[in-house]
């Protein structure tokens, strides 16, 4: 990182303004580099972030309808079915009728579709714990403080 953060509290003016935007770069490169390297331990290179995301809805919160997927991932569901489309098509998830009502059509994950979730997890998770066995005490405190600000900029 170029100047030291840790400072920039008590900067005022242009300095602060010159501190928050190389921060602002800084943190922004960082967090894109990450996002690379953990979509490297994907295990289908043919399946999506959102395509991902759907699924892992479906594996940790079981069937939905493809309304309910729409509302949640905030899309029009024309657009949740062309992404339930490809998922049904790859043998990740399949349709059933609804049991309280035959109209309507539930979305599930399939045991494929539960494997290759578990799959990336573990392969996620074992990377990253790989990685920050490697960090000192220190490193591991300053990003264990770092995740607390980075999650709250993420829910702001």
């Keep these: 990182m170029g100047a030291n953060h840790s400072n920039a509290a008590v900067l005022e003016g242009s300095d602060l303004t010159d501190a928050v935007e190389e921060l602002d770069v800084d ?3 960082a967090v894109s580099r990450l996002f690379r390297r953990l979509r490297a331990e994907r ?3 043919q399946i999506g972030d959102s395509h991902r995301t759907v699924l892992a809805l479906l594996v940790k919160e079981g069937p939905r309808t493809l309304r309910a997927l729409s ?3 905030h899309v029009k569901p ?6 339930v489309n490809l998922l049904v098509r790859s043998g990740y998830v ?3 009728d609804d049991p309280a009502d035959g109209r309507k059509v539930i979305l599930a994950a399939t045991s494929a579709g539960e494997a290759l979730i578990a799959e990336t997890r573990r392969r996620l998770h074992a990377w990253l ?3 920050l066995r490697e960090l000192s005490a220190t490193e591991r405190d300053a990003l264990s403080v770092a995740t607390r600000i980075i999650d709250k900029i993420a829910n702001a």
């Design 43 to 45: 295990v289908d290179e």
């Design 71 to 73: 509302d949640h991932e």
């Design 27 to 29: 943190l922004s490169a």
């Design 129 to 131: 714990q790989s990685q």
């Design 94 to 96: 399949e349709r059933r």
């Design 78 to 83: 024309p657009s949740m079915n062309q992404t």
